[in-house]
Every structure is written in C-alpha cells, then in structure tokens.
C-alpha cells in the first residue's frame, strides 16, 4: 500500500515508556516552560446536506478522541499531523485552515481541520483503533473533553 507522503518521512515509532514519560522513537519534544506539543487533526467530510461529518477514533484506552501525537521536529506542526492522520485514523487528506490550540495539564494541544480524501481500508494502527463517522450533533455522545467539543463546534462554525 503507497503511503500518502514522501517516502523520506517514513518513521518506525517506537513507543517507551520511561519514568512515566512517553518517548517516540528516544525523544519527547517540550515547548518552552516544559510544555509537550500534541498535534492533531479535525478530519471533516461534507455530508451532502451542507453539514459536515467528524472522523473519530479509539484511544487505545477504548475512549473516542480526534487523532493526534507527539510533535515530530524534523517534520514540523503540520507533516506531525498529517503523519498521526494516517497512523491513527488511515485517512490522507489536506489542511484546510488555521489551527484551534488550548492547553491542559502541562499540554499543548493543536488541531488542523483537515478535509479528508482519501480512508484507506488498512492502516498502521488498523488493529488498535477503531473509527467511526458521527454528525457534530453526536460528537458529545462520544467525545467528554470539553475543550475538544468546543474546538469542534468553533471549527465547523468556519467551515459552513
């Protein structure tokens, strides 16, 4: 299966645990003041009746989450994004706009909106997560983090 970016920025991402830190591939990467940059996507596709679906994922806690990770430095904000995209959720597609950001526990967390073209039938993490379409009416039945509800609801207020 071709993978949706550069073969160059293939990554094997080894996922350690030391002292209660998760390193990718031997290194976290912090912002300034200790902060750990997370990077996401809001995957979207229009649903015929002028709304917009969200693509959402399991956790491999078993909750439902947008996919997200641990920013890359050699690839920057946005590849980071589009990498976990495709890892997580098997889903290629664009960034469309500017970014939604809060920060939670000594976490910054950045969402894309990212218009998906393409799901692909397996991916890296095929056997790990599920996914699932919902409207933004469901996304409380399934997401509880309020500032994700939030950041959805800000985003598809754009997007319309």
Known sequence: MPLPWPAEL???????????????G????????NIVSKLGVIPYRESGDGCFDILIVTTLGGKWAL???????????TRTAQLEAYEEAGI???????????????KQFTYYPFKVRKVFKDWPESSL?????ISLEDAEDYIHRKPIL???????EKLL
């Open 92 to 106: 290629s597609g664009k960034i469309i706009d500017q970014p939604f950001s809060f920060q939670r526990q000594r």
């Open 10 to 24: 293939s990554l094997k991402l080894v996922l350690l645990l030391v002292r209660g830190k998760a390193y990718i």
């Open 26 to 33: 031997g290194s976290v990467f912090f912002m300034g003041n």
């Open 129 to 133: 997560r599920t996914r699932r379409w």
């Open 150 to 156: 939030k950041i959805l609801r800000t985003a598809t």
């Open 67 to 77: 996919p997200k990770g641990n920013l890359i430095k050699r690839l920057g904000p």
